[in-house]
């Protein structure tokens, strides 16, 4: 069946540093794409999506890349900071079902 | 603060008990869903409700009942449940649930006695 999966379970970063955190999707047909960002003790969080008709979309801080031809999709977070550590989910959004990615743990060093 | 509240935060049952989840939105959301997620893993959906009715039940044991008395409300009710259920139950909407960002609650960490 179709899977979203993620290449590192742990990135540590340095503060200040930008972050990249990566998934690979084997459904070519996905058309919907989202990033989640999960705090310890919190539900996720929704953080940035994109459609199958963009190769690139930015928000404060977040920039998501989508790579059809290798089915990939990327998260950078600039300029890292404490607030940022969390696990990263990515998603792909299939009608009523978000198919989720293992999850990144994203650790700052000071 | 989450825009999707979820009660309670906490909940320990025994196996023979009978306690409720509950989950409230306010954003107008006509989809609304339940997540498990067990430690250091995703969400796993359970159910799903559009437009008040029943859209998806992802093969979830009975024990497990879902309910929604309207758009902005959603209930999980639970009787006799085994020790393998302790989890953290989520609850989250979206607009209409096609290609749409879900909203999630910070969830109830659920704990079988």
């Known amino acids: 069946g179709e899977s979203v999966g993620l290449h590192l379970p742990t990135l540590s970063v340095q503060e200040g540093d930008n972050s990249i955190i990566n998934c690979a999707y084997s459904?070519?047909?996905?058309?919907?794409f989202i990033w989640y960002k999960q705090e310890s003790g919190k539900g996720p969080q929704f953080i940035i999506d994109i459609r199958s008709n963009m190769d690139k979309r930015q928000g404060q801080r977040v920039t998501v890349l989508l790579n059809k031809t290798v089915k990939h999709l990327s998260l950078q977070i600039a300029a890292t900071q404490p607030g940022d550590s969390a696990v990263y989910f990515c998603?792909?959004?299939?009608?009523?079902?978000?198919?989720w990615g293992a999850g990144t743990k994203l650790i700052i060093k000071p | 603060d989450t825009e999707v509240t979820q009660t309670p935060k906490h909940l320990v049952m025994g196996m023979t008990n009978k306690k409720s989840l509950k989950c409230e939105q306010h954003?107008?959301?006509?989809?609304m869903y339940w997540y498990k997620q067990k430690a250091k893993k995703p969400p796993e959906l359970m159910f799903v409700y559009s437009y008040e009715k029943l859209s998806i039940n992802e093969s979830v044991p009975s024990r497990f009942s879902p309910e929604c008395p309207n758009s902005s409300l959603l209930n999980l009710h639970l009787h006799a449940l085994q020790p393998e259920d302790s989890a953290l139950y989520l609850c989250?909407?979206?607009?209409?649930?096609?290609?749409?960002?879900?909203?999630f609650g910070d969830g109830t960490r659920l704990s079988i006695l």
């Open positions: 459904n070519s047909a996905s058309d919907y």
């Open positions: 954003m107008g959301h006509r989809a």
């Open positions: 989250a909407s979206s607009q209409d649930g096609r290609n749409q960002p879900q909203h």
């Open positions: 998603a792909e959004n299939s009608n009523y079902q978000l198919i």
